[in-house]
């Protein structure tokens, strides 16, 4: 079964910057799997960020940016606002399936 | 602007059958995207479950395929979740999405619905 990883919990201070990751057991991540990134507050629906690596939704601040890096898929906010704090998903295309990161609780203080 | 919504029983059984519906507006399931089912369990992490194509293609996660199906209604411009056999390990709220082509997002969510297998 394929796991994809991402740190349980983050910790940054307004103003400044965190990197998101999101690793695959199979392997390096690359473009081909897609990746996509979704912010979750509590009561709230998963709200898309990115999608196919480094892509933006219309809604998407541009403080947040995806890329690859190191064979992972990356998420990157600068500079982080206290809104920011949620949790955060990764998702991954394998060919037939989508598999989610277990996510990264994000907190900003 | 396009809008999902689920609807269906908040309690099932266990061993019993859990039936969700996705009504959506402001695109036609006829079209070009597709639908998605993903549910998180309490305490846990997103789980995609399926997806299906305006012609009927699916795609289930390999861990729940076997007790898994999803549908399309053309006529009501519905899609569905079926899931059998269940337990209590499928009590967790679940969303319905749409699905852009060519890998362009998962955009719009349903605003979810708690079902509790009790």
Redesign the interface.
């Known amino acids: 079964?394929t796991v994809v990883t991402q740190e349980p919990s983050l910790t940054v201070s307004p103003g400044g910057t965190v990197t998101l990751t999101c690793a695959s057991s199979t392997g390096a991540v690359t473009d081909a799997s897609?990746p996509?990134w979704?912010q979750?507050k509590p009561g709230h629906?998963?709200?898309?960020l990115i999608?196919?690596t480094s892509?933006k939704?219309s809604w998407t601040p541009a403080r947040f940016s995806g890329s690859l890096l190191g064979g992972k898929a990356a998420l990157t906010l600068s500079p982080v606002q206290p809104e920011d704090e949620a949790?955060y998903?990764c998702?991954l295309?394998f060919g037939?399936?989508?598999?989610?990161?277990?996510?990264t609780k994000l907190t900003v203080l | 602007q396009v809008q999902l919504q689920e609807s269906g029983p908040r309690l099932v059984k266990p061993s019993g059958t859990l039936f969700l519906t996705c009504s959506v507006s402001g695109d036609s399931i006829s079209g070009v995207n597709w639908w998605?089912w993903?549910r998180q369990a309490p305490g846990k992490?997103?789980?995609?479950i399926g997806?299906i194509s305006p012609t009927e293609v699916t795609?289930?996660?390999?861990?729940l395929e076997s007790r898994v199906t999803i549908s399309l209604d053309k006529s009501k411009n519905e899609f569905s979740l079926k899931v059998i056999s269940v337990t209590a390990a499928d009590t967790a709220i679940y969303?319905c999405?749409r699905v852009?082509v060519d890998?362009?997002?998962?955009?719009n969510?349903?605003?979810?619905t708690l079902v509790t297998v009790s």
């Open positions: 079964q897609y996509h979704f979750r629906s998963p709200r898309a999608y196919s892509n939704h949790d998903y998702l295309y037939s399936a989508w598999v989610f990161g277990g996510g | 998605s993903v992490g997103l789980e995609w997806e795609k289930y996660n390999p861990s969303y999405a852009l890998f362009k997002g998962f955009p969510w349903g605003q979810g």
